[in-house]
């Protein structure tokens, strides 16, 4: 299963913000669309990832609150990031090796999508229960005669 598979079943829908929106504004959508990320865009080319986890620490580091602050000033700058021909099983190390939670996928310098760890989860445990139900219906369907002791 490859990374165009995930985002063919997830549809198309993007959430963004610009380097330079308030950090506050970039949170009340994230809450309003009840995300969990936000890709940061300028000059129409993928420059951060925020999420979550940055937010938290922008709002502990400005003692409770986000002020003034920028997207840009909490952002990760230097997201992971695949592309669509990505296979799963290396999303998956990605994602573990970086803790990540969330990965835009990218098509050059074109933003795709985001794949998040959930989405990988259900692709592994949708592609999981598919296989059980094949192998299921295979011995249900098997001779008698034939059937193997288990």
Same mark, same amino acid.
């Given at each position: 299963?490859? !990374?165009?598979?995930?985002?063919?079943? &997830?549809?198309?829908?993007?959430?963004?913000?610009?380097?330079?929106?308030?950090?506050?504004?970039?949170?009340?959508?994230?809450?309003?669309?009840?995300?969990?990320?936000? !890709?940061?865009?300028?000059?129409?080319? #993928?420059?951060?990832?925020? *999420?979550?986890?940055?937010?938290?620490?922008? +709002? !502990? &580091?400005?003692?409770?609150?986000?002020?003034?602050?920028? #997207?840009?000033?909490?952002?990760? %700058?230097?997201?992971?990031?695949? *592309?669509?021909?990505? @296979?799963?099983?290396?999303?998956?190390?990605?994602?573990? %090796?970086?803790?990540?939670?969330?990965?835009?996928?990218? %098509? &050059?310098?074109?933003?795709?999508?985001?794949?998040?760890? $959930?989405?990988?989860?259900?692709?592994? #445990?949708?592609?999981?229960?598919?296989?059980?139900?094949?192998? &299921?219906? $295979?011995?249900?369907?098997?001779? @008698?005669? @034939? +059937?193997?002791?288990?």
């Amino acid at each position: 299963m490859k !990374v165009s598979d995930i985002l063919l079943l &997830k549809g198309s829908t993007l959430y963004v913000a610009q380097a330079d929106d308030a950090l506050a504004d970039a949170v009340a959508l994230m809450a309003e669309k009840d995300i969990g990320s936000l !890709v940061v865009m300028e000059h129409g080319d #993928v420059v951060g990832m925020l *999420t979550f986890r940055e937010v938290i620490q922008a +709002t !502990v &580091k400005n003692g409770g609150s986000l002020g003034a602050s920028r #997207v840009r000033s909490a952002m990760d %700058d230097a997201p992971l990031t695949c *592309t669509m021909e990505t @296979e799963l099983d290396e999303v998956r190390r990605m994602i573990l %090796d970086r803790h990540a939670r969330y990965m835009p996928v990218m %098509d &050059k310098r074109m933003l795709m999508g985001v794949v998040s760890l $959930y989405d990988v989860a259900k692709a592994v #445990v949708d592609s999981q229960n598919f296989e059980n139900k094949l192998l &299921k219906a $295979y011995i249900r369907d098997w001779p @008698e005669q @034939e +059937t193997p002791n288990p």
